[in-house]
């Protein structure tokens, strides 16, 4: 086991047998049922977790044994856990999740932290106005599939770009986007923009920086609005080529915004109603892609980081009675 | 004459001699006194300008001939005219300038829209806090000095950046920057904004782009405010060689905002009068750097661009009998 220097590989991963702890005064002992798989924690793991700790992420689980008053034998909760089977945590840092109202899942998804951040990144910054383009790159991602949905709610012309042909099929077809990409595939993601977007962009979600970051503000309208929501193609990568293109900052008056959803997470309790409802209509749609077993999570999370997943990527590791 | 490609020389101007006309119905004749030598004119010469045309810039003068009731001769007002000594404009497209109130070329400096510029990337965008530190390229420039002054009125502190030991001097001694650096002449901006910044940026305003934007984006802290209302750097330069660590967007969650003055003039009849007052009570000090005659132009833009004034450039056609 080791700390990832560029690409993750196995070889940053081990899977370690440990007696199953009892939760102490105020703790809550959880199994697992969802893991969160996130391009984010492939930054964090340069040091924000212990080398030889499980990775923290978002969780859903089922509580197994209680020292909590809040909390009883078999609710569901959801927490920044471990990427492990069983998680001792104080009660004090679960949040309730009601198996009722929709997938289990969808609490660390769509109905959870990936869902609030589309919201805040379209809605605080971007800011679609009817007619407008909003483009959104990893489009098909655990964010992107609902800042495209909402963006087209919005009354806005949405395009997105995506790493295969399945993603921008997908886009297409499941999320209702009105224009989508491959940027691997196409030329040169300039020219792919100047094709899907000739009105040029008013609002760009921004997933990924690099080359596509340096080709939207080529194309982008005065006065436009872009949310750096992630860097996906900078998270490996141990040199910086920078970016060109920045005197559009000047030339078309953008607003660029870097924000993190830690600063926001005060608005889930208002959100998670709201985004419920919505998913119960049918109006918005939430892909997951789910992998089953601990051990697949090595592959999972760096088939994820290279791209082969399609929705919002969550390892199960205990089942899902609900 | 030609258009300049990369750096301007003084092969792109030629003067040249016309009769001077006479005002046609709502049309006025204005002696020129002070034409504004801005970098921002540079990028304009790529087409803004037909070729044989004078360049328009912000001009102050005095009417010689008015057939626009609106002005009577000898009224003093400022527009944007030519690079000429005489001009003829729609009385509608000019503004009057009370001679009173103190030196006639501060309507198109810091009475007029360079002081107006501060104001906005300063109070708008940098929101600049008390304790807080600002970072101000070309800190003495038409714009700079102004900005610096009104950040420490905020309570900052202020560290300015510019490119000769004068400009240096001039920043901390006359405009009361807390700290100061030659970009030219420091190991590293990156080292040098360590050194002057020690408890890191959180706003700044960007007069330049390139490598001083990359090195304050390695030292801003989170929540940090850019303005960017120049990229002086970019101007001449035919070729974009791109800018690293914009990662920071992201892990600081900056706002970076591009804006230009044409979208804020309505606001100059409210802070013409309020800067007046701060120059008359001695609150804010301006200094200009004023070069005589016409034919002085192309060597003093140039010049400007390479950075050897300290203080706005202006270049005086005409006499001056305020």
Redesign the interface.
């Known amino acids: 086991m080791k700390r990832p220097v560029g690409a993750v590989d196995e070889s940053c991963f081990e899977v370690d047998e440990q007696p199953v702890p009892e939760p102490g005064p105020g703790e809550v002992l959880v199994r697992n049922i969802y893991l969160s798989c996130d391009p984010y924690l492939r930054g964090r793991m340069d040091s924000a977790f212990g080398l030889g700790e499980p990775v923290t992420a978002r969780v859903v689980g089922q509580v197994v044994a209680s020292a909590d008053p809040a909390f009883a034998e078999g609710d569901h909760v959801w927490g920044f856990l471990g990427w492990e089977e069983f998680s001792l945590i104080r009660g004090a840092d679960l949040t309730g999740v009601d198996p009722e109202v929709g997938p289990l899942s969808n609490a660390i998804s769509v109905r959870g932290m990936p869902g609030l951040t589309a919201w805040v990144g379209l809605v605080d910054i971007v800011k679609p106005q009817p007619g407008e383009t909003v483009f959104v790159s990893s489009a098909t991602g655990a964010v992107g599939q609902v800042v495209g949905q909402l963006a087209k709610r919005a009354g806005a012309r949405v395009v997105g770009s995506g790493g295969t042909d399945a993603k921008v099929a997908h886009a297409v077809d499941r999320l209702g986007y009105d224009a989508a990409f491959n940027y691997r595939t196409v030329s040169s993601i300039r020219d792919a923009l100047r094709e899907s977007c000739p009105d040029g962009i008013d609002g760009y979600f921004d997933n990924v920086?690099g080359e596509t970051?340096?080709a939207a503000l080529a194309r982008v309208n005065p006065g436009a609005r872009i949310a750096?929501?992630?860097?996906i193609s900078?998270y490996e990568s141990t040199d910086?080529?920078?970016?060109?293109?920045?005197?559009?900052?000047?030339?078309?008056?953008?607003?660029?915004?870097?924000?993190?959803i830690y600063?926001h997470v005060h608005r889930l309790p208002w959100f998670v109603p709201r985004m419920g409802k919505w998913l119960a209509e049918g109006s918005i749609v939430y892909d997951e892609d789910i992998v089953d077993g601990i051990d697949s999570l090595p592959g999972t999370f760096i088939g994820m980081l290279a791209g082969d997943n399609v929705g919002k990527r969550l390892v199960r590791v205990g089942e899902d009675h609900g």
Chains 1, 2 share one sequence.
Do not use: H, K, W, Y
């Open positions: 920086g970051l340096e750096v929501c992630g860097m900078r910086d080529p920078g970016v060109r293109n920045l005197i559009s900052i000047l030339a078309n008056r953008l607003t660029i915004t870097g924000f993190s600063d």
